[in-house]
């Protein structure tokens, strides 16, 4: 053997032994990467393993914040009593780490040597990588394809000649801190998803509405402390026993509700709803007692919209019902003492009318008077009649109903108010015959077309129809006006609500109309409902029980 092969036998032989000590170094790395569950623990012995494994002296690592701006000092070490081990955790933002940026955002390692590259480093930086004994630094990215996680920072306080970052130690680091970064990202990923169950938790232990969970059979599976509190029972006396047994809901008029009309029943039977399902009820708190509350649900569906269970909220609304009450019966109790001296004031109006007055101006004031009279005994008497219909004093007569000469009737009346709209009537068919009371029909009827006249524009057409489907008849009021936006289709069914868009404004109105409408449509045993495209219209429809239905008519035959 010559000398030259002497020499490389030796080099090949070094050249393995040292890729079996890289090999080592990696399988270490590895195993004391992946046996821990603690960041801080994790980053330590990165730090440690990278310092070790190249024969630096110190390293520091960096991570990323959330907001990709700003890189957090979490871990250090320094060997043979090397400065460079800070005691607190810092925060930089990137812009003043321009190299530390440089090297997260490329994800390849920078070697930086104090004697070439010192003076092209602005400060902060300058000082963070160059301490006064430093001589080369290697900026090592910690990166997971492109998720860029942060940066070791390794040192040398040793004369750069002898003890420089070569390329083999860059590699061997890289190899490393790509361990590191797959070790970091299971346990960042951890932590997020430990922290936002947390925070989950925090919140619904804190939140003042009672939240509970059930399965598809409406067993309680979970049930927060506020459920707790408005229902008096404990969530270990609930969880696994069935929602009925525990809050025997009842609807507000006392009809038990646990058999049907509980939101989660109907769920049960149609689970795909756009939004939650809401009622007010009342129910039975451990110690017996009542407690009016607002149920919501909202279903959990699997990707195939099987049920898998539903969450409900529940808030006890007993004083604000309360409260409702109080307000609507003094409205009542001062509309009422209104009614007397309005109905003075209307008719000598009337009768100064009727006397010959000296000025046009004189004119114009009793005009106004009695046109202002007429408004506020309007508003008295809707008041009055609202109040009527929640406190149960008006009972429909139900009788059955022949709606074509109806709504004939009531258009004609329109027709001959106002010339300036057309009418149109469709039916049946068959012609609808309803059950239901007519007095009743005929005031949603008008507070409907009346609303049409009110909210489109002259030369429109409004239409009226009635039709039977499946046991019902639905009669609807069109028009070609202004519109109702989607957000408040349901609101305008509730007292004193109108919109408020310029058009509405120069109507002159309370926002009783529809609701009463409802009450007296509910009253009936039906449903009223608005559908609206805003600016090109609207349509109003109801439901009432057909008289003969088709279906038994057909049965019958
Ligand atoms: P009002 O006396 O204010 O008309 P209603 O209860 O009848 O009271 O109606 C409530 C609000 O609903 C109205 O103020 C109006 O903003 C809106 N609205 C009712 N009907 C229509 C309609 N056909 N087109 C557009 N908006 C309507």
């Given at each position: 053997?010559?000398a030259n092969?002497?020499?490389g036998?030796?080099d ?22 992946s046996s ?8 330590q ?13 110190f390293c ?10 700003r ?7 320094a ?10 955790v810092?925060?930089y ?10 090297a997260?955002a490329?994800?390849e390692?920078l070697v930086?040597?104090?004697s070439q590259?010192?003076?092209?480093i602005?400060?902060?930086e300058?000082?963070l990588?160059?301490?006064p004994?430093y ?5 090592m990215?910690?990166?997971l ?5 942060g940066?070791?920072?390794?040192g ?6 002898r003890?420089?970052f ?9 190899a ?7 070790a ?5 990923a951890?932590?997020?998803?430990s ?13 003042a509405?009672?939240i ?5 059979d ?5 049930f927060?402390p ?23 809901g ?16 109907r769920?049960a ?7 939650p399902?809401t009622v007010k ?17 909202m279903?959990?569906?699997d ?8 969450v409900s909220?529940i808030?006890?609304?007993?004083r ?7 307000k609507?019966?003094f ?5 009422h003492?209104?009614?007397t ?13 009727k ?6 101006a004189?004119?114009d ?12 005994m ?19 007569t ?17 027709r001959?108010r ?8 469709q039916?049946g ?5 309803a059950?239901g ?16 006249v ?9 239409t009226v ?10 009669v609807?009021?069109a028009d070609?006006g202004?519109?109702i ?8 069914f509730q ?6 868009n310029?058009q509405?404004?120069k ?5 009783l109309?529809?609701y ?5 449509v ?8 608005a559908?609206?495209?805003?600016g ?13 239905p ?6 019958a035959a």
């Amino acid at each position: 053997m010559d000398a030259n092969d002497a020499a490389g036998r030796l080099d090949s032989d070094q050249t393995l032994s040292r890729r079996t000590r890289e090999l080592a170094i990696l399988v270490e790395a590895s195993t004391a990467f992946s046996s821990t569950h603690s960041l801080d623990a994790l980053l330590q012995t990165m730090c440690h393993t990278m310092t070790e494994s190249v024969e630096s002296t110190f390293c520091r690592v960096y991570l990323l914040e959330e907001d990709g701006q700003r890189l957090t000092l979490r871990a250090a070490c320094a060997l043979r009593d090397a400065p460079g081990a800070p005691g607190t955790v810092r925060t930089y933002p990137l812009s003043v780490l321009p190299w530390h940026s440089q090297a997260l955002a490329r994800g390849e390692p920078l070697v930086l040597v104090r004697s070439q590259d010192e003076a092209k480093i602005p400060e902060p930086e300058r000082t963070l990588l160059f301490h006064p004994q430093y001589c080369s630094v290697l900026l090592m990215p910690l990166s997971l394809q492109d998720r860029r996680l942060g940066v070791a920072v390794l040192g040398e306080i040793r004369a750069w000649e002898r003890t420089r970052f070569t390329s083999e130690k860059v590699e061997l680091c890289r190899a490393i801190s790509r361990q590191g970064a797959l070790a970091l990202e299971n346990i960042l990923a951890l932590e997020s998803s430990s922290k936002q169950g947390r925070e989950i938790k925090l919140v619904i232990d804190n939140v003042a509405d009672g939240i509970f969970r059930t399965d598809p059979d409406l067993h309680l599976l979970t049930f927060n402390p506020a459920a707790e509190r408005i229902t008096g029972y404990s969530a270990n006396q609930v969880l696994g026993r069935s929602c009925c047994e525990i809050m025997q809901g009842l609807s507000e008029d006392g009809t038990p509700l646990c058999a049907r009309g509980c939101p989660l029943h109907r769920l049960a039977n149609s689970p795909r709803v756009a939004g939650p399902i809401t009622v007010k009820e009342w129910i039975t708190r451990h110690d017996g007692t009542k407690v009016l509350v607002a149920h919501s649900v909202m279903p959990i569906l699997d990707p195939n919209d099987r049920l898998l269970g539903a969450v409900s909220v529940i808030r006890d609304i007993t004083r604000e019902e309360e409260l409702v009450r109080l307000k609507s019966e003094f409205i009542s109790m001062v509309s009422h003492e209104l009614r007397t001296p309005l109905a003075n004031i209307s008719a000598s109006a009337e009768l100064l009318a009727k006397l010959e007055l000296d000025t046009a101006a004189e004119k114009d004031m009793l005009h106004i008077l009695n046109q202002e009279c007429s408004r506020l005994m309007r508003l008295v008497d809707q008041v009055l009649e609202a109040s009527r219909l929640e406190k149960g004093q008006i009972q429909p007569t139900v009788e059955p109903l022949a709606l074509v000469p109806l709504i004939e009737q009531m258009v004609n009346l329109y027709r001959s108010r106002y010339r300036a709209f057309h009418f149109d009537i469709q039916a049946g068919p068959p012609l609808p015959v309803a059950l239901g009371d007519l007095v009743l029909v005929e005031i949603v009827l008008e507070n409907l077309i009346q609303n049409t006249v009110n909210y489109s524009p002259e030369g429109s057409t409004i239409t009226v129809s009635a039709q039977e489907r499946e046991g019902m008849v639905h009669v609807c009021v069109a028009d070609q006006g202004i519109g109702i936006p989607a957000d408040q289709l349901d609101s305008i069914f509730q007292r004193f609500h109108r919109l408020s868009n310029p058009q509405s404004k120069k109507v002159s109105g309370f926002g009783l109309g529809l609701y009463i409408a409802r009450l007296l449509v509910e009253a009936q045993g039906g449903v009223i409902w608005a559908e609206s495209q805003p600016g090109q219209g609207s349509r109003f429809c109801f439901t009432l029980r057909a008289a003969n239905p088709v279906e038994e008519q057909q049965a019958a035959a």
